[in-house]
């Protein structure tokens, strides 16, 4: 039952594994699962669409990234080595150090210098080891490789490893089965971990629903090598939307995502606000810029989504207080 590609003329599969995906539910926390996905009735009027919002904010890392460490974890604890590094923007570190406290893995996490002081101060809370490198999150999965290679141990690498996807795409599983009457699912694209496991089950179970994946401008590389149909580089990123400003797609991901996604669009900085302040003022959230991308789309081009029933997944809340007091505050351009 794995996704095929469509628009290539030869059926092709995606590295992602149905019976894997339903297994990583038996190993992934219960805190994790199931979180709250509902019809929120309160945003329809300004976006002119029906909205389905699926709140992975909701646990105690505050992202959907405890899905896929949970079944890092699980798999190192099981034999092989008790250490492990990654890269993070914030939101992997916290949630592979949660994970990896809870099993006695020894946890170091490297991150850029300019990452959230939020994000930052939860990875040590966590007791992970944390690395801060100069740079962007592109540095830091160099120093993380380069960690890897020199003391040995386990490299996880966001979306390139298959289990993140995997984790990711147990929230596929719960929007099928809760809510199948949607007509398109908008996906925060960053490293492609989420839109490429949500967009593999719902593909599988749910193939008339439009998956569409949602990037910033200012952090285009990943929408640019979709639409491409080759991996596209960029020098620098400039967003507010951190988790998801990389700059260099990962081939194996990028393969997956041509398989699984109809659409990839990017959104300007003052919808991304707009979106945050859509969700403080109607739904009381408060979510970090890369959750609001699915209401920026919406926001962007309401004749594409009027009158249909769209879900978004609010993928994080991990967020610095003072920024987010200032975005929100901002009066948007003109």
């Not at 988790?243 to 081939?251: L, Q, T």
Request: aromatic residues 4%; proline residues 4%; charged residues 25%.
């Amino acid at each position: 039952m794995a996704s095929a590609g469509l628009r290539s003329g030869v059926v092709r599969e995606t590295r992602l594994d149905d019976a894997r995906i339903r297994a990583a539910r038996r190993v992934i926390d219960p805190v994790f699962l199931d979180t709250p996905l509902y019809r929120c009735e309160a945003l329809e009027p300004g976006l002119g669409c029906a909205v389905s919002i699926k709140l992975e904010t909701a646990n105690p890392v505050r992202s959907f990234k405890g899905r896929g460490t949970e079944v890092v974890a699980t798999l190192l604890a099981g034999g092989g080595s008790r250490s492990v590094v990654c890269a993070s923007a914030g939101n992997l570190g916290q949630a592979l150090a949660w994970s990896g406290r809870r099993r006695g893995l020894d946890v170091i996490v490297v991150a850029s210098r300019a990452a959230p002081a939020a994000k930052l101060d939860r990875i040590r809370a966590r007791d992970a080891r944390l690395e801060l490198v100069d740079g962007d999150f592109d540095m830091a999965r160099e120093r993380a490789a380069a960690i890897a290679r020199y003391d040995g141990i386990r490299l996880v690498e966001d979306s390139l490893d298959i289990e993140t996807c995997e984790g990711a795409a147990t929230i596929g599983l719960e929007l099928v089965d809760t809510a199948p009457s949607f007509d398109a699912v908008l996906i925060a694209l960053g490293g492609g971990a989420m839109a490429t496991g949500v967009g593999h089950v719902v593909k599988a179970l749910a193939p008339e629903v439009e998956v569409i994946c949602v990037q910033p401008l200012g952090a285009p590389a990943m929408t640019h090598s979709w639409r491409g149909r080759r991996v596209v580089t960029t020098e620098s990123t400039d967003t507010i939307a951190d988790g998801v400003a990389g700059r260099r797609p990962i081939p194996d991901v990028l393969d997956d995502l041509l398989l699984v996604a109809d659409d990839a669009v990017l959104v300007k900085e003052a919808s991304i606000i707009a979106g945050m302040r859509m969700l403080l003022d109607h739904a009381g959230l408060i979510v970090e810029p890369s959750a609001a991308l699915g209401i920026a789309a919406i926001l962007e081009d309401r004749d594409r989504f009027a009158g249909r029933h769209v879900a978004t997944i609010l993928c994080g809340s991990n967020v610095d207080v003072d920024a987010y007091h200032r975005w929100i505050g901002a009066v948007p351009p003109g």
